[in-house]
C-alpha cells in the first residue's frame, strides 16, 4: 500500500545480532502494528504503539523491543536475534481506534532470516 | 481476552464448487469481526466485517460472512470460486469497548484446481 512501507523486505542475519526494521506510514494515523506470521499460527501481535512514545506489548514481545518517536515511524528491534526469530514480519496501522472498523492497512512484509 | 479459532488449515476445492471456509471466536464481551485475504508474497488486505445490524455481510468479490452469535461463529462463504480466489484467508476479532488491536487466526489456505 502507498500509505505504508516496510524496510528492508529481505534481510538475513546470524544469531546474536542486532536488527531493526522500520515501519513507515504516511497517512497521519495514530496505531501501529508489529505482527509477525508464522505457518500454523497466523499472525501473533508482538507490539503496538497508540500515539508517540505510547507502545504495548503484545502476545509474543520477548525479545523484541519497539520505539515510536514520531508519528510516522514505528521501529522494531530485534536485541540479540535467534533462529526462533526467523519470519515474516507485519507492520499495520489503524487510523480510527485499534478496533479496525475501517481496517488495518498492512506493509508488504519483512522476511527476516536468523542463521 | 478474545482467541479466534480456524478449523481448517488448507481447504481444496475445484473451481466453480463453493466453499466454505470456518471461524469460531471466543470473548465475554461483544465483538467486531473480520475476514482478510492474503494473496502469495503480499500484505494482508481487508475482506469483510461485520460491526453490527445485519448478520450477513458481503464482499464485493463474492465473499459472504454470517455471524452466528449463538454459535460464537463467522464462516466464510463462496457459492462458486474461481482460479484467482486462491489465497490464505484469516479470521480476526476485536473488543467493541476499549479494544486497541486485533486479535487474528491461524489462518485457512484456499487452494483452486482447475
Known amino acids: 500500500d502507498a500509505g505504508i512501507t516496510q524496510s528492508p523486505r529481505h534481510k538475513v542475519t546470524e544469531t546474536g545480532t542486532p536488527v531493526t526494521l522500520r515501519c513507515h506510514q504516511t497517512e497521519n494515523h495514530r496505531y501501529m502494528y508489529w505482527y509477525r506470521q508464522d505457518p500454523g499460527h497466523g499472525l501473533r501481535l508482538i507490539h503496538y504503539?497508540?500515539?508517540?512514545?505510547?507502545?504495548d506489548k503484545g502476545e509474543v514481545s520477548d525479545g523484541y523491543s519497539v520505539s515510536r518517536s514520531k508519528t510516522e515511524d514505528f521501529l522494531l528491534t530485534l536485541e540479540s536475534a535467534t533462529s526462533s526469530q526467523t519470519s515474516v514480519y507485519f507492520c499495520a496501522i489503524s487510523g480510527n481506534g485499534g478496533q479496525g472498523i475501517y481496517g488495518y492497512t498492512f506493509g508488504s512484509g519483512t522476511r527476516l532470516t536468523v542463521v | 481476552a478474545q482467541s479466534v479459532t480456524q478449523l481448517d488449515s488448507q481447504v481444496p476445492v475445484f473451481e466453480e464448487a463453493p466453499v466454505e471456509l470456518r471461524c469460531n471466536y471466543s470473548?465475554?464481551?461483544?465483538?467486531?469481526l473480520f475476514w482478510y485475504v492474503q494473496y502469495p508474497n503480499q500484505g494482508l488486505q481487508l475482506l469483510l466485517k461485520?460491526?453490527?445490524?445485519?448478520?450477513l455481510v458481503k464482499s464485493i468479490n463474492g465473499f459472504e460472512a454470517e455471524f452466528n452469535k449463538s454459535q460464537t461463529s463467522f464462516h466464510l462463504r463462496k457459492p462458486s470460486v474461481h482460479i484467482s480466489d486462491t489465497a490464505e484467508y484469516f479470521c480476526?476479532?476485536?473488543?467493541?469497548?476499549?479494544?486497541?488491536?486485533?486479535?487474528f487466526g491461524q489462518g485457512t489456505r484456499l487452494t483452486i484446481n482447475p
Open positions: 470473548s465475554s464481551v461483544s465483538v467486531y
Open positions: 504503539s497508540y500515539g508517540v512514545k505510547d507502545t
Open positions: 480476526a476479532v476485536s473488543v467493541t469497548q476499549g479494544a486497541q488491536k486485533l486479535v
Open positions: 461485520y460491526l453490527s445490524g445485519s448478520t
